[in-house]
Nanobody, 120 residues
């Protein structure tokens, strides 16, 4: 079992910044990719950014150029720096991790979500 522990989020003004962090807890696994989705009220969950293979960032078109995903202090941590935030980016942000276990099976895990509110 992998537990994803999220931190960050909160309230920002339009044009402001917030940083999200997510750490994957557990053992005997490697991360295939890890990142963040978001879900606004009444909308589907959508990819924001992800780190593939530990060193390859991938961004949604809406995030590219304003958000930066990076590896944190350990290999099982990803940080998402969000700059120039817009009110329409108010949503619950969910960390996910796609992992592969030592025995070859893979699983996808989700965090509980952290709220981001951007005021106009």
């Amino acid at each position: 079992q992998v537990e994803l522990v999220e931190s960050g989020g909160g309230l920002a003004q339009s044009g402001g910044s917030l940083k999200l962090s997510c750490e994957a807890w557990g053992s005997r696994f490697s991360i295939i990719d890890m990142g963040w989705y978001r879900q606004a009220p009444g909308k589907e969950r959508e990819l924001v950014a992800r780190m593939i293979g530990g060193s390859n960032p991938d961004y949604a078109d809406t995030a590219r150029g304003r958000f930066t995903i990076s590896r944190g202090s350990t290999k099982n941590v990803v940080d998402l720096q969000m700059d120039s935030l817009k009110p329409e980016e108010t949503a619950d942000y969910y960390c996910y991790a796609n992992v592969i276990w030592e025995w070859g099976a893979s699983n996808n895990y989700w965090g509980q979500g952290t709220q981001v509110t951007v005021s106009s």
